[in-house]
């Protein structure tokens, strides 16, 4: 439906892993106002990046004066990625919302642990 209003009804977070990494997931599932049990839900997990100077500033013989460098924690969008299902973040029917849930981390552990 064209236009339909969804409100965030619950976030839920887990613990994976993928090989030897422990990777946080995070759910926020959305429920239609419009719709009787039509959900939506997005899928996030965080990563790290280290961010350094594009021109270092460095003394006459190379050494680099800046002594810290950025390392920033960005939340990822990896809906897409791990759902291959276009209607998840249009709206679909679910009986609950714990059946959301459910559906959603299992596409997560069925991608990160093939």
């Not at 009804?9 to 759910?27: K, W």
């Not at 719709?35 to 839900?41: E, G, L, T, V």
């Not at 009986?95 to 299992?106: I, K, Q």
């Given at each position: 439906m064209e236009?339909e209003?969804?409100?965030?009804l619950?976030?839920?977070e ?6 030897d990494v422990?990777l ?19 899928v996030?997990?965080s ?11 460095t003394?006459?013989?190379?050494n ?6 950025s390392?920033?924690?960005l939340n ?13 973040l249009?709206?679909?029917v ?10 959603m ?10």
């Amino acid at each position: 439906m064209e236009n339909e209003l969804f409100r965030l009804l619950s976030t839920y977070e887990f613990l994976g892993h993928n090989n030897d990494v422990q990777l946080s997931f995070r759910i926020e599932v959305f429920e239609s106002l419009d719709i009787p049990k039509n959900y939506r839900a997005r899928v996030w997990t965080s990563n790290f990046y280290n961010l350094y100077p594009t021109f270092l500033n460095t003394d006459k013989t190379g050494n680099d004066l800046h002594h810290m460098h950025s390392s920033d924690q960005l939340n990822i969008d990896i809906t897409c990625i791990v759902a291959d299902d276009p209607e998840i973040l249009i709206g679909k029917v679910f009986e609950n919302e714990l059946s959301v849930v459910n559906y959603m981390r299992s596409l997560i552990l069925k991608y990160y642990n093939p």
